[in-house]
């Protein structure tokens, strides 16, 4: 997990943070220039034109997912790396209210979508 902060934080609420790799960035554009390095692509989950259904997983390669907050979404910063990078992904949705889900759930069903599209195996479960 990357997270961009001034001073290293985690959320051990999460259940198993602890077993979470984290690595800590001061600004977008170091976190962005170690990405790059590495080879990864980082795609944006926002509703924008052109952004890809994530049920399709339109995924090629390692990549890093970049979520912006409830209500104001991605930054113009952060929606130009997206666009330089990977481009974006969204949660398609129905229905006649407003296109948003919580941030949260959003990151899990895509983070989802791409853990089967490559085909990761599944951690042993706890009886």
Request: hydrophobic share 45%; glycine share 12%.
């Amino acid at each position: 997990a990357l997270q961009l902060s001034h001073e290293p934080r985690l959320k051990w609420a999460w259940r198993d943070a602890t077993k979470l790799p984290f690595r800590f960035f001061r600004t977008l554009g170091e976190c962005v220039a170690a990405l790059a390095t590495e080879g990864f692509a980082i795609m944006g989950v926002e509703i924008v034109p052109g952004a890809a259904d994530a049920a399709s997983r339109p995924f090629v390669t390692d990549t890093a997912f970049l979520l912006g907050s409830e209500g104001n979404g991605l930054t113009d910063e952060e929606l130009a790396v997206c666009r330089a990078s990977g481009g974006f992904v969204v949660v398609a949705q129905s229905g006649c209210g407003v296109a948003c889900l919580n941030v949260g759930v959003a990151a899990s069903i895509v983070m989802h979508q791409y853990a089967v599209w490559g085909q990761f195996s599944e951690t042993g479960r706890q009886a």
